[in-house]
């Protein structure tokens, strides 16, 4: 770890004074040589940095202090260089506003003395006075490491790390008696003395397999079949009662209403599984307290006949106590399956000649993983990295395997390959020891809290979100994640790490990370404030909690999340001024809320201007109406996350000053009604997730003008949503600007034509402005919402060849569109709302999918949705084929007559079929009664709804 944190300061202190070494500094004593020794020194210090973090891991505790001391100075540096480096940005920054309340001179990157008032002297000098303390501290660092002989050692360099495709390996090697085993007795329904709850246990050492074992029959098919309902709830430790029965409440889909008492979580479980057969897994078990689980067991007594409850732990005793009826015990994978297991990673893709060179030395390092999956499967994954036998030599004679204090279990391997990893890298993952166990870690928040630790680099020209991606892929790769969770394309969205995993991230990270889970009815509750070595923490208020005041005292902080389960629960109002004042190292800060009616604040102070290192700010989900203008003092924030802040009214009018801002994150913020003038000025962004289009604010003075200020934020990817666009009353200036064509990042947009105030507006003007707003070809979803057109055609609609869903929401007027069917990569095609009485496809017509040129259209379609068109008759098929389509929805279209004979013959693949109230469809072709029954009778899931649903408008789905 020291050596990642010496390599961060040194970066900052070698990219601020390239850039800013000058008059600026000579005003203050002319420190250029302090500056110049500090660098020397930490040089000099980073060449044994590698013989001492060896050294430290054999227990030289000595040398462990001293990397200890470094750290700490490391990261002293780092606050005096950010805050010089902020300085210079604040002068910046109001040297070059145009709407500043009285003139001032532009600053240049070198300040001449003119610019300088009495603060701004006095503040460089006291940088000064800072930066000769901290050479003098390092000067004594210097010194002691002379005393431990320490070595030169080059470390290999890493220019960029590759990325990596990770092996998703799902087989299960040398389980077969085990599985058996367990799923034969949780089908076995012949036990009699347990007949309403049997409780079995897998029991084995960590990293044993036993949550993997559990998974594969929780997901078995006869398994999903023989019981009603399944709930998995990870326990872990300490046993948390609440925690543990609202997650079996969510589980079952039930609403909680706010419970605070443990007995009211108990009488809602109760109650909701009366006549319902579960299965019940809690997966890492360690309390042996039965009056904890006691409750639990008498509660869950009232399942049907035949209701299990499985679980998971590392101690015999806890399966014991929890009365199991069967004991399943894992052992330790014999020899040649363990191999196997390790092969699967190892010799991925590689040639039959390289598996011949290496078996041999291979069987030996398995033969160090001691029979342990989790250890076979991470070292495979760092072999398969390793390409001469030379290097599978180092490992297997690394002597990490004899080292006392990690050569027991899984961490001789999890170190091997953690010291394999580039120091970038590794910095990243010890900070995921923030987390508490089984944590499910959001990918793209990870990368941005990485980026505002700094360890993705400095330069915001930077690619910095393409490095974190690749370093989380990395990451993957090793195992050091798991559990992935994937959006419809298959790309990551969150993981876990593994228990082993998680313990081993903190054993590296000691005292600088720690989570705290504040339980209710404590009022007195203190978290220990007295490590002041403590950079990282993560709060979990849990229901009835009070916030632990001590947490402001801890000044070192440089990460505090925050969140919280009670939907009443606010911070104090005596509390927040120091919250956001007095933690002034923080780079970042996330308080949010479990779920969206939750709420820990409704004003931000206007103390958060003194967070001046703060990169992160997440307030998602409370209840503020205003931001105050001082946070637009925080030149540093790269990500400002507002997402679901439903009372969100405005944001500050400074927020151009964020020049540094890459993420603004403002989903749901239902209540912002037009963005702030200067927000054209942040051209570093790559999130806006919505933009308002509004000419005039209420005062009239405080909005961005026109969707022109969307034209220079060229670096905007991911996701748009533009709402407002019936505001917009000069349809020429937007086509001449070409607003949107040149993001060629941005693959989703969400254009919605709705209109402020009264008046209608005519329907051309949509048609003008949906043909000026273009997007760049790479578009990959389109949304359009509220549209007021009655054609909806556009000659760049059908230039995107990479389209791939398009939805057409709640265009009331449209009567014909494009010929959809020409879009060669559309998959899903959903429509809401629409005036047309006759559907055509495959001829020329005025329905939705004309087409003269081929009879096969939609080559790559795969779900087809209607909903809400109320005057649809008639659907003309012709001879059309849609060869791929999957899924046919068909809702709340009450006129149609009849579903195309040539699409029920010719969609061969077609599994999905819903009519839901559309009468006259469901008439015809229900089983029994239906005279068309035969018609779909071939589709393996069909859907139907009673023609008395009238519960409202399905929601989007």
């Known amino acids: 770890m020291a050596d990642a944190i010496v390599n961060l300061a040194l970066e900052q202190l070698l990219q601020i004074t390239t850039q800013n070494i000058g008059e600026e500094v000579r005003l203050v004593g002319n420190v250029e040589n302090e500056v110049e020794k500090l660098r020397s020194n930490l040089e000099a210090i980073q060449t044994v940095l590698l013989d001492a973090e060896e050294r430290q891991m054999k227990g030289d505790r000595a040398v462990r202090r001293w990397l200890d001391k470094l750290k700490d100075i490391s990261y002293d540096i780092e606050d005096v260089l950010d805050e010089w480096n902020t300085e210079i940005m604040r002068l910046q920054v109001e040297g070059d506003l145009d709407d500043a309340p009285a003139p001032k001179q532009k600053v240049p990157s070198f300040f001449p003395c003119s610019c300088f008032g009495i603060k701004q002297v006095v503040l460089r000098r006291d940088i000064a006075q800072k930066i000769k303390e901290l050479n003098e501290k390092l000067d004594i660092i210097a010194e002691e490491k002379n005393k431990y002989s320490l070595e030169e050692k080059s470390t290999e360099t890493f220019e960029r790390v590759q990325t990596t495709s990770f092996v998703d390996v799902t087989e299960i090697y040398g389980r077969e008696y085990e599985k058996n085993s367990l799923l034969s007795t949780l089908l076995d329904e012949r036990n009699e003395e347990h007949k309403n709850l049997s409780v079995i246990s897998l029991v084995g050492m960590g990293g044993i397999g036993k949550t993997t074992l559990a998974q594969q029959a929780y997901n078995n098919d006869k398994v999903m079949s023989h019981f009603d309902t399944k709930i998995w709830v990870c326990v872990s430790n300490p046993?948390?009662?609440?925690?543990?029965?609202?997650?079996?409440?969510?589980?079952?889909?039930?609403?909680?209403?706010?419970?605070?008492?443990?007995?009211?979580?108990?009488?809602?479980?109760?109650?909701?599984?009366?006549?319902?057969?579960?299965?019940?897994?809690?997966?890492?078990?360690?309390?042996?307290?039965?009056?904890?689980?006691?409750?639990?067991?008498?509660?869950?007594?009232?399942?049907?006949y035949g209701s299990k409850v499985l679980i998971t732990t590392r101690n015999e005793r806890v399966a014991s106590i929890m009365g199991s009826v069967a004991l399943i015990i894992i052992e330790q994978l014999a020899p040649e399956e363990c191999w196997l297991l390790f092969r699967q990673f190892a010799f991925y893709g590689r040639p039959s000649k390289e598996f011949e060179k290496l078996e041999k030395i291979g069987r030996e390092i398995v033969a160090?993983?001691?029979?342990?999956?989790?250890?076979?499967?991470?070292?495979g994954n760092l072999l398969r990295f390793k390409k001469t036998r030379n290097e599978w030599q180092r490992i297997l004679d690394s002597d990490i395997w004899t080292l006392e204090e990690i050569g027991k279990g899984l961490l001789s391997p999890l170190m091997l390959s953690y010291n394999d990893l580039p120091s970038s890298i590794r910095r990243c993952f010890s900070y995921c020891a923030i987390f508490p166990k089984d944590h499910n870690i959001e990918k793209d928040d990870l990368i941005k809290?990485?980026?505002?630790?700094?360890?993705?680099?400095?330069?915001?020209?930077?690619?910095?979100?393409?490095?974190?991606?690749?370093?989380?892929?990395?990451?993957?790769?090793?195992?050091?994640?798991?559990?992935?969770?994937?959006?419809?394309?298959?790309?990551i969205i969150s993981c876990k790490m593994h228990d082993i995993v998680h313990d081993f991230a903190q054993f590296l990270t000691k005292n600088e990370c720690f989570?705290?889970?504040?339980?209710?009815?404590?009022?007195?509750?203190?978290?220990?404030?007295?490590?002041?070595?403590?950079?990282?923490?993560?709060?979990?208020?849990?229901?009835?909690a009070t916030f632990p005041i001590s947490v402001s005292s801890i000044k070192s902080l440089r990460s505090l999340l925050i969140g919280c389960e009670d939907s009443k629960y606010l911070v104090p109002d005596d509390v927040r001024p120091n919250l956001f004042g007095e933690l002034t190292s923080l780079r970042a800060l996330h308080i949010s809320a479990g779920?969206?009616?939750?709420?820990?604040?409704?004003?931000?102070?206007?103390?958060?201007?003194?967070?001046?290192?703060?990169?992160?700010?997440?307030?998602?989900?409370?209840?503020?109406?205003?931001l105050p203008e001082t946070l637009c003092e925080?030149?540093?924030?790269?990500?400002?996350?507002?997402?679901?802040?439903?009372?969100?009214?405005?944001?500050?009018?400074?927020?151009?000053?964020?020049?540094?801002?890459?993420?603004?994150i403002n989903y749901f913020t239902i209540s912002l009604s037009y963005m702030p003038k200067g927000i054209e000025k942040l051209t570093c962004l790559r999130t806006l997730s919505a933009f308002i289009e509004k000419s005039r604010s209420s005062d009239g003075s405080k909005a961005c003008s026109t969707l022109a200020?969307?034209?220079?934020?060229?670096?905007?990817?991911?996701?748009?949503?533009?709402?407002?666009?019936?505001?917009?009353?000069?349809?020429?200036?937007?086509?001449?600007?070409?607003?949107?064509?040149?993001?060629?990042?941005?693959?989703?947009?969400?254009?919605?034509?709705?209109?402020?105030?009264?008046?209608?507006?005519?329907?051309?003007?949509?048609?003008?402005?949906?043909?000026?707003?273009?997007p760049h070809p790479n578009l990959e979803k389109l949304?359009?919402?509220?549209?007021?057109?009655?054609?909806?055609?556009?000659?760049?609609?059908?230039?995107?060849?990479?389209?791939?869903?398009?939805?057409?929401?709640?265009?009331?007027?449209?009567?014909?569109?494009?010929?959809?069917?020409?879009?060669?990569?559309?998959?899903s095609l959903w429509i809401r709302e629409m005036s047309v009485k006759k559907v055509v496809t495959g001829i020329e017509g005025d329905g939705a999918f004309s087409s003269s040129t081929s009879v096969i259209l939609f080559p790559k379609l795969k779900v087809l949705d209607f909903m809400w068109i109320w005057e649809w008759e008639e659907w003309d098929y012709g001879n059309t084929i849609l060869p791929c389509l999957a899924s046919l929805h068909i809702h709340f279209c009450p006129k149609l007559r009849a579903l195309p004979d040539g699409l029920l013959q010719g969609a061969k693949n077609l599994q999905h079929l819903e009519i839901i109230g559309s009468d006259l469809l469901e008439e015809r072709y229900k089983k029994g009664t239906g005279e068309d029954w035969q018609k779909i009778s071939h589709i393996p899931n069909i859907k139907f709804a009673d023609s008395y649903l009238q519960g409202g408008p399905l929601p989007l789905r």
């Open 449 to 491: 809290l990485w980026m505002a630790q700094g360890y993705l680099g400095l330069d915001n020209d930077t690619k910095m979100e393409v490095i974190g991606q690749e370093y989380f892929d990395h990451l993957a790769s090793r195992s050091f994640f798991q559990e992935f969770e994937k959006d419809d394309d298959q790309n």
């Open 595 to 626: 779920v969206v009616s939750a709420n820990l604040i409704t004003v931000i102070p206007k103390e958060v201007k003194k967070l001046i290192h703060l990169k992160y700010l997440n307030l998602s989900s409370q209840h503020m109406e205003k």
């Open 515 to 544: 989570t705290v889970g504040i339980k209710g009815g404590n009022e007195d509750q203190v978290i220990n404030t007295s490590n002041e070595k403590t950079r990282h923490s993560m709060l979990m208020l849990h229901v009835g």
């Open 783 to 827: 949304h359009i919402e509220n549209y007021r057109g009655s054609t909806f055609y556009s000659d760049w609609i059908m230039s995107l060849t990479g389209l791939r869903e398009l939805r057409i929401l709640f265009c009331r007027n449209l009567m014909h569109l494009s010929p959809l069917g020409k879009l060669p990569s559309l998959e």
């Open 368 to 379: 160090k993983c001691k029979g342990l999956p989790l250890a076979a499967k991470t070292m």
């Open 709 to 774: 200020c969307l034209k220079d934020l060229k670096h905007l990817r991911g996701t748009l949503y533009i709402r407002g666009l019936g505001n917009v009353t000069n349809v020429s200036e937007v086509k001449r600007m070409q607003i949107l064509s040149n993001k060629e990042n941005l693959f989703h947009l969400w254009l919605r034509f709705d209109k402020d105030g009264e008046g209608e507006r005519k329907n051309d003007e949509d048609e003008l402005l949906l043909e000026a707003l273009q």
């Open 634 to 664: 925080l030149y540093n924030l790269q990500t400002l996350d507002i997402s679901w802040c439903q009372k969100l009214k405005e944001l500050p009018q400074g927020m151009g000053k964020l020049i540094n801002l890459r993420h603004l």
């Open 239 to 304: 046993f948390d009662e609440i925690r543990v029965a609202k997650a079996i409440i969510e589980g079952l889909e039930c609403p909680t209403n706010d419970f605070v008492e443990l007995e009211s979580f108990l009488k809602c479980i109760r109650q909701s599984i009366m006549e319902t057969k579960f299965l019940l897994i809690l997966d890492d078990m360690w309390s042996e307290d039965y009056n904890k689980w006691e409750p639990f067991y008498h509660c869950l007594k009232n399942g049907s």
